[in-house]
């Protein structure tokens, strides 16, 4: 079974930066795709970000230019670098990875809140 522990979140005013962080318990090579997602109060989870064990990496329209979503494999960990907040951009914020075997595994979440 597969762990996925992030830290990262908080409350920001809007304008400001946080980068969240996503720590595999096994090696991130056996993640065929890497991805955060969001979810607002009231709205479906979305993809915001995601990265292929490649290194091609995704965008929701919404935060692109702002986000940027990078890995340390040494560490097992990826990242969500979000730059230029926004209000909009509140939500709980989730990991999730696919192994190449199709298994999809969830991080618990980690609230960002972000003031206008």
């Known amino acids: 079974q597969v762990q996925l522990v992030e830290s990262g979140g908080g409350l920001v005013q809007a304008g400001g930066s946080l980068r969240l962080s996503c720590a595999a318990s096994?090696?991130?090579?056996?993640?065929?795709?890497m991805g955060w997602y969001r979810q607002a109060p009231g709205n479906q989870r979305e993809l915001v970000a995601s990265?292929?064990?490649?290194?091609?990496?995704e965008y929701a329209d919404s935060v692109k230019g702002r986000f940027t979503i990078s890995r340390d494999n040494a560490k097992n960990t990826v990242y969500l670098q979000m730059n230029s907040l926004k209000s909009e951009d509140t939500g709980v914020y989730y990991c999730n990875f696919q192994s190449t075997w199709g298994n999809i595994y969830w991080g618990q979440g980690t609230q960002v809140t972000v003031s206008s």
């Open positions: 990265m292929t064990t490649g290194g091609s990496t």
């Open positions: 096994r090696t991130i090579f056996s993640f065929k795709v």
